[in-house]
């Protein structure tokens, strides 16, 4: 069965360190999104993307926070520098063509936590 | 804008036990409205989903109708397992966006 992939699964770092996530969606599927889930809450939109062009980024602190999918498939989330508050964990999903945008599938996630 | 509101949990409950977790939203308009299911170490899955007043969304025993004059989408069982342990999601699509609630954490023991 297709997956979402994420790596790295877990990362460790110290404030002002740099960061960067990983995600290949299902092969096909052209909407991506990159999620926030600080423990205890729900997932917050950062990032949508329709193939290699944003959709609404309108939630991405953008002073440290940039998102990329240059060619349309897989996506880099980079944070540069980390802050505490930026412990979370960051998932990432993908909708089909032409899907619905609330069937969203996911992938495992990378949790960040920053010292 | 949107938002949707979820019983805190955690609900503990036995096995074989009735299961009901409330959820309401806040939208303009009359949004998709799902739930997602989060089993431990994995990620988010598609539970089921309604997109119109009086819908029923089903899956794997759970159940949700979608409610237009409550604005609610509470999601049942008649009878949870042990494997039903996990965090459950509400959510609504307005305006090309899911929301989420906070999550409800449900422990299920033998």
């Known amino acids: 069965e297709a997956e979402v992939a994420q790596s790295p699964r877990y990362k460790i770092t110290e404030k002002s360190q740099a960061v960067a996530f990983w995600c290949d969606p299902i092969?096909?599927?052209?909407?991506l999104y990159w999620y926030r889930q600080i423990l205890g809450q729900g997932p917050e939109l950062l990032v949508q993307?329709?193939?290699?062009?944003?959709?609404?980024d309108s939630q991405l602190p953008k002073d440290r926070f940039s998102a990329e999918r240059l060619k349309g498939v897989d996506s880099t989330l980079k944070i540069q520098p980390a802050e505490l508050g930026d412990s979370a964990m960051y998932l990432c999903?993908?909708?089909?063509?032409?899907?619905?945008?609330?069937?969203?599938?996911f992938g495992e996630g990378s949790r960040l936590t920053v010292l | 804008g949107d938002s949707v509101t979820q019983m805190e949990g955690p609900v503990t409950l036995s096995e074989e036990a009735f299961l009901t977790i409330n959820c309401t939203y806040t939208?303009?308009?009359?949004?998709?409205l799902f739930w997602y299911v989060q089993y431990p170490g994995e990620g988010l899955q598609l539970l089921l989903k309604?997109?119109?007043?009086?819908d029923k969304g089903s899956n794997k025993g759970f159940e949700a109708t979608y409610r237009k004059e409550t604005t609610s989408f509470h999601l049942e069982k008649g009878s949870v397992q042990v494997s039903d342990s996990a965090v459950y999601f509400c959510?609504?699509?307005?305006?090309?966006?899911?929301?989420f609630g906070t999550g409800t954490r449900l422990l299920v023991s033998p």
């Open positions: 999903a993908s909708t089909p063509e032409g899907g619905d945008t609330g069937e969203l599938f």
């Open positions: 309604a997109t119109k007043a009086d």
């Open positions: 939208a303009t308009g009359y949004p998709s």
């Open positions: 959510a609504a699509d307005g305006f090309q966006k899911l929301v």
């Open positions: 092969s096909g599927h052209a909407t």
């Open positions: 993307f329709q193939d290699e062009s944003v959709v609404d």
